[in-house]
């Protein structure tokens, strides 16, 4: 969902998610940050656990990665499906950078129909509620439109954060109709030869790997678009009643994950994490 709560800590911007705390900032920012450090800032927020990342880039494997792209591509090196799908979305919409404003007073329309065709728990927002999600955003967000040539109707927008010469494709969302003529092709392409072409940046992410589902998009970046990915050392520590439920629930997380229930899923996204955290703790580097 468009929106979060967000804070500063080590210097680093930290989003806060489902009772957990995770590095906004891009990987690699968080130095001198270990366990005794993660306790005090549970300790300070209250919150259920801390998860951050060591080693990024440093080791060749792991079960835990960042999808990346870090050299920009001309449009004659990508697959040739995806080049025709650029030119022909070029032809009838336009990507460009816009200001916050563009969103906030333009940007529910394309929310509520991108909405409407995922299936989630979380409610939609509504357009008070929107707004105030997008102005309570870190000031490095940026925002990317995309625009009917012939009306100038927003179609699609992106919500980036950018942070020590990376960017973050944060939230994507796009109306079914523009995104059927492959306006998401375009915006994609758009952005990743703004931020690592014209602005030299060391890459762009479309985040971390999701655990609650295996994600497409990620697949279709890696095909479409020759995205990678980065792998590093996943470190979680709990508060010490949910680092105890953790360690013994852990023996039954297959079980567990077969149950539909929504508190179940949540406990089989929690232990999903932990197996992944343990066998990071294996990975050398």
């Known amino acids: 969902m468009i929106g979060y709560c967000f804070m500063i800590d080590h210097a680093v911007h930290w989003r806060s998610n489902q009772g957990g705390l995770f590095p906004l900032s891009p990987p690699g920012t968080l130095r001198n940050f270990d366990d005794s450090s993660a306790k005090n ?54 990507a460009r950078p816009v200001e916050l404003s563009v969103i906030r007073d333009k940007g529910y329309p394309v929310y509520v129909r991108a909405y409407e065709r995922y299936d989630t728990h979380e409610p939609m927002f509504s357009e008070k509620e929107f707004r105030d999600a997008i102005e309570t955003l870190p000031a490095e967000t940026e925002w990317w439109g995309v625009f009917n040539r012939e009306t100038n109707d927003l179609v699609a927008f992106s919500e980036n954060y ?32 703004h931020y690592l072409q014209d602005r030299g940046f060391q890459y762009v992410s479309d985040g971390a790997r999701s655990l609650s589902h295996d994600t497409n998009i990620h697949d279709f970046l890696i095909r479409k678009f020759n995205f990678r990915k980065a792998y590093a050392k996943l470190h979680v520590v709990y508060k010490p009643w949910l680092g105890a439920a953790v360690s013994c629930a852990y023996p039954f997380r297959n079980l567990i994950g077969k149950v539909s229930l929504g508190p179940f899923k949540k406990a089989s996204i929690l232990l999903k994490q932990e197996e992944i955290r343990r066998s990071c703790a294996r990975v050398v580097g």
Not at 61 to 70: Q, Y
Not at 73 to 89: D, Q, S, W
Request: aromatic share 16%; charged share 30%.
């Open 41 to 94: 800032l549970l300790e300070k927020t209250g919150k259920l656990f801390c998860r951050w990342e060591t080693c990024f880039g440093q080791v060749s494997d792991s079960n835990w990665w960042h999808i990346i792209k870090d050299k920009p591509e001309v449009i004659e090196n990508l697959p040739k499906k995806t080049r025709y799908m650029i030119r022909k979305a070029d032809k009838a919409y336009e």
């Open 162 to 193: 950018v942070e020590n010469g990376t960017c973050f494709y944060v939230t994507m969302w796009l109306e079914p109709e523009a995104m059927a003529k492959f306006v998401g092709y375009l915006i994609f392409h758009e952005m990743e030869l």
